[in-house]
């Protein structure tokens, strides 16, 4: 089992729709949990860190659930600009390397 | 953030032969790690960077394949050593500033082996 899972996609939806990425986690001992972007050939950029608590940046939400070793991310109102992958990343304690899921890719049509 | 830079952008090189990647980081950071990303696929963790003392390296990856160094708080190189066209990757440094676990990522290293 992957330490880190995500539905690959792709997610094709048109511009203004919602759409939301699950990912799941195997190691419970993981204690950070981020979104990175990456666009096609270059390199990840972080997105949003994920809290117990929920948070928001804009269109952008993301929540964990540590319970059930599951973070998500919504999109509200695509644009064009969205357009690509979306990597599901976590750390453990003390280590503080960072395991990736595959990514999740979405493509926003006009 | 921080302002990373990775030399060179890309390369083509000849199986059995070496090439040294190396990453450069404007501000003093402690933890830098290198990554790999294979065609198609997401990134995996080769080793942790660590200044003063050996390289700390995941599993399936070795010292003698991938030594690394790491001369001071700014700068780290990988030598990815006798090339196959197995190791025609992407090779990405990243920093981790010290913040929430938060890193941050090089332009990365296309490597290409014929």
């Known amino acids: 089992r992957k330490e880190v899972e995500q539905d690959p996609g792709p997610f094709n939806v048109p511009e203004g729709a919602t759409v939301a990425f699950n990912c799941t986690y195997s190691?419970?001992?993981?204690?950070?949990f981020f979104w990175y972007r990456q666009d096609c050939r270059k390199e990840p950029k972080l997105l949003m860190s994920?809290?117990?608590s929920g948070n928001e940046d804009g269109r952008f939400t993301a929540q964990l659930n540590r319970a059930s070793q599951y973070i998500s991310l919504l999109i509200r109102d695509s644009k064009l600009s969205d357009s690509a992958t979306y990597l599901c990343?976590?750390?453990?304690?003390?280590?503080?390397?960072?395991?990736f899921g595959s990514g999740t890719r979405l493509q926003v049509q006009p | 953030s921080a302002v990373i830079s990775q030399k060179p952008s890309r390369d083509i090189c000849q199986r059995g032969t070496s090439l040294t990647i190396q990453c450069q980081v404007d501000?003093?950071?402690?933890?830098m790690f290198w990554y790999r990303q294979q065609p198609g696929q997401s990134l995996t963790l080769i080793a942790t960077?660590?200044?003063?003392?050996?390289?700390?390296?995941e599993s399936g990856f070795v010292i003698d394949k991938f030594p690394i160094s790491r001369p001071n708080l700014t700068f780290s190189t990988l030598t990815v050593s006798n090339m196959s066209p197995e190791d025609s990757s992407i090779y990405l440094c990243?920093?981790?500033?010290?913040?929430?676990?938060?890193?941050?990522f090089g332009p990365g290293t296309r490597l290409t082996v014929t």
């Open positions: 990243s920093v981790d500033l010290g913040t929430r676990d938060e890193q941050y």
């Open positions: 190691n419970s001992a993981s204690q950070s």
């Open positions: 994920v809290y117990s």
């Open positions: 990343v976590v750390t453990d304690t003390g280590r503080r390397a960072l395991t």
């Open positions: 501000s003093q950071v402690t933890m």
């Open positions: 960077a660590n200044q003063g003392s050996e390289a700390t390296y």
